[in-house]
């Protein structure tokens, strides 16, 4: 009686700062059909799949960089993917930066940056939203590296928490406990932790990751880039007990180098899907959601086996603090 | 610039269930020795290092179960194992069960103590203690099973939280074995600063559910991983220190290792008995983290991290109160 889902890991190449969304939309539709051909019932797109990776270019002025935000969705643009996804019967993971018009924390509405992902549903129904937390980078120019990187600067922290829904995708008409991260924060156990307290079944997550390090402190080799990403979502699954799907936008993207290596992870942590390209490309796996079964009723059976009362630091304290010299 | 600790991780072989505390001592000694010999500083032993897993039985008989329990630290048992260490100028981190009278009022479950492990300094004093948190397994005996996973019945929760030590230059960690599986645990060691985090254990190298879903080499493939990924996300060093091998009839697995900053492994065991890996560990090489991907007064928002100190197990969305 196993609870299978096949999904896709859409992979895409790189999205060129010229490129208009209609291109991105069209590419994204060729690998859905490629996935209605495999049997896919969820298929999950990068990071800012609509369009370049932009905080890599630095604006003065925030309001000069709004055309690469998405003010509606579906819009004109993304309609076509809401479409493929009813005559498909095919659910969709999007990530896209967003701009709304929203009362922040005091009350005030005023436009809001957020990066964002949503799971739409075989109906073309959004089922799931959720706005990156982990933003990495910096807010200012940074004239020390090559590349910048300012998330920190075109989006505010995320304010919807690391939500879980249960709902019917693809087959699985009785419902799937799904749940969305957005690239770094992938690296980050406390966010996979709020979702495996949510029953998380499958993590849809997507990726824009430059392959090297381009910070000008310190020194990473390369190769560890690749490595550190499967880590953390092979870590990550497994500690949850839980499957996952990564998937990056790769390729050289206005002459950065972004790595592709997309997997889908099963609850072991065993790479069961991979990437070998760093161009469109389309990866697929038949996932038995009841292989959550043994670590949640055993190993990490969380009811049986946290200590929270020992947690307190997680959320007392924001950065570290060092014991005292004694 | 670096901040070169040398360390030693001593994996151990089995120790029989009876008659073997001198003979383990001896062999814990060699390990010692030798890794003094390639330059330790600081030599890593295993979670109960001084006696057999005792938990995978239910033992009736209450001398027997004290017989597991170490009733101070040092006491006449290990002295040998201190005063080599001191005479060698080598610290070491242990792993032992710790009788603790304050624990025995519990009914029928058991508990005659903690899973503690203890950080010994190069002149012998105890510089730190931990008592095992995530304990595995269960109160009450399953029937139907050949071995049992009783360290919940023996054992009372640690009540240390997860303390780092400032030691041989650095900030010391301990786990003790299924504590390594816990991000949370890697957390609050790393959130004072921790540079180096010592792990022993004794995994089961079989499915401890009775059934065949975990071969010895998938236990093997997650103590690794967990390992790596926790040092990784936590930009520290780790090693995991294994008792390995068939114990008393019961397979452990073995897959001690030393890993890095970057979640690389550095040294690795190659086999499942008394075994020495040494590695010069650069405390600074945790820097690039810490200060960058890892720098949690930048990047951390535990505003969003409610539930994992809110709510213990699991709810279901819809299923919220």
């Known amino acids: 009686m196993a609870r299978r889902i096949t999904v896709g890991g859409a992979q895409l190449g790189a999205i060129q700062k010229a490129d208009s969304r209609k291109v991105a939309v069209e590419r994204m539709l060729a690998l859905m059909a490629e996935g209605q051909r495999r049997g896919v019932e969820l298929i999950?797109?990068?990071?800012?799949?609509?369009?370049?990776?932009?905080?890599?270019?630095?604006?003065?002025?925030?309001?000069?960089?709004?055309?690469?935000?998405?003010?509606a969705m579906p819009s004109n643009?993304?309609?076509?993917?809401?479409?493929?996804?009813?005559?498909?019967?095919?659910?969709?993971?999007?990530?896209?930066?967003?701009?709304?018009?929203?009362?922040?924390?005091?009350?005030?509405?005023?436009?809001?940056r957020f990066n964002t992902?949503?799971?739409?549903?075989?109906?073309?129904?959004?089922?799931?939203?959720?706005?990156?937390?982990?933003?990495?980078?910096?807010?200012?120019?940074?004239?020390?590296?090559?590349?910048q990187h300012l998330e920190k600067r075109y989006f505010e922290v995320g304010n919807l928490g690391f939500p879980v829904v249960r709902t019917p995708m693809g087959r699985r008409e009785e419902g799937i406990n799904l749940g969305i991260m957005i690239c770094n924060d992938r690296r980050w156990p406390e966010a996979w932790r709020v979702l495996g307290l949510q029953s998380v079944e499958?993590?849809?997550?997507?990726?824009?990751?430059?392959?090297?390090?381009?910070e000008a402190k310190g020194w990473e080799a390369h190769h560890l880039r690749v490595f550190h990403s499967h880590l953390s979502v092979q870590a990550g699954c497994y500690q949850n007990a839980c499957w996952g799907v990564a998937v990056a936008k790769a390729g050289v993207e206005d002459g950065a180098e972004l790595f592709g290596h997309s997997i889908i992870v099963n609850p072991q942590g065993e790479i069961v899907a991979m990437a070998d390209t760093w161009e469109d490309q389309l990866i697929t796996a038949d996932c038995d959601l009841d292989m959550c079964r043994l670590g949640r009723t055993t190993i990490f059976n969380f009811a049986a086996h946290r200590r929270p009362e020992h947690y307190t630091r997680i959320t007392a304290q924001v950065g570290a603090v060092e014991p005292p010299i004694v | 610039m670096a901040r070169i600790i040398r360390v030693a991780a001593c994996q151990m072989g089995p120790n029989p269930r009876i008659g073997s505390r001198a003979q383990t001592l001896a062999r814990m000694i060699a390990l010692l020795d030798k890794a003094a010999a390639q330059g330790a500083e600081l030599a890593v032993f295993p979670e109960l290092a001084f006696t057999t897993f005792f938990p995978r039985w239910p033992i009736a008989d209450e001398e027997e179960l004290l017989s597991y329990f170490e009733p101070a630290m040092p006491n006449p048992h290990v002295q040998p194992l201190f005063d080599r260490a001191k005479a060698l100028g080598v610290g070491f981190c242990v792993g032992y069960a710790e009788l603790d009278r304050s624990a025995f009022a519990d009914g029928e479950v058991r508990r005659r103590g903690y899973n503690t492990a203890i950080l010994v300094?190069?002149?012998?004093?105890?510089?730190?203690?931990?008592r095992k948190v995530h304990l595995p397994g269960s109160e009450q005996v399953k029937p139907h099973q050949r071995y049992q996973q009783l360290e919940k019945r023996y054992f009372a929760y640690g009540d240390l939280g997860f303390p780092a030590f400032r030691a041989f230059g650095g900030i010391v960690g301990m786990l003790i074995c299924n504590d390594r599986r816990w991000p949370e645990a890697w957390r609050c060691l790393a959130l004072q600063g921790t540079e180096l985090v010592l792990v022993g254990y004794n995994s089961a190298a079989y499915d401890p559910n009775g059934g065949d879903s975990e071969s010895a080499e998938l236990r093997t493939f997650h103590s690794m991983l967990v390992v790596?990924?926790?040092?990784?996300?936590?930009?520290?060093?780790?090693?995991?220190?294994?008792?390995?091998?068939?114990?008393?009839?019961?397979?452990?697995?073995?897959?001690?290792?030393?890993?890095?900053?970057?979640?690389?492994?550095?040294?690795?065991?190659?086999t499942l008995g008394d075994e020495v890996l040494v590695a010069e560990c650069d405390l600074d090489a945790c820097l690039q983290g810490k200060t960058k991907m890892f720098d949690f007064a930048a990047h951390r928002r535990p505003q969003h991290y409610r539930r994992i100190v809110e709510q213990v197990g699991a709810v279901p969305p819809g299923q919220e109160e």
């Open chain 2, 121 to 130: 300094g190069k002149d012998g004093k105890i510089l730190g203690k931990y």
């Open chain 1, 202 to 214: 499958l993590v849809t997550l997507g990726y824009n990751t430059p392959s090297i390090n381009q």
């Open chain 1, 77 to 112: 643009e993304t309609a076509p993917l809401f479409e493929a996804a009813r005559k498909y019967r095919m659910g969709f993971h999007l990530g896209y930066a967003e701009l709304t018009h929203e009362a922040d924390e005091t009350g005030v509405e005023r436009k809001r």
């Open chain 2, 228 to 270: 790596q990924a926790n040092a990784y996300m936590n930009a520290c060093w780790a090693v995991a220190v294994a008792k390995a091998g068939v114990e008393d009839g019961a397979g452990l697995i073995g897959g001690s290792c030393i890993v890095d900053p970057n979640g690389l492994i550095v040294a690795q065991a190659k």
């Open chain 1, 117 to 147: 992902a949503i799971l739409v549903n075989p109906d073309g129904r959004i089922v799931l939203k959720y706005r990156k937390v982990h933003l990495p980078g910096h807010a200012e120019f940074d004239p020390a590296r090559k590349v």
């Open chain 1, 44 to 71: 999950v797109f990068p990071e800012l799949a609509l369009t370049t990776f932009f905080p890599r270019h630095y604006v003065e002025n925030l309001d000069e960089a709004d055309h690469w935000y998405e003010t």
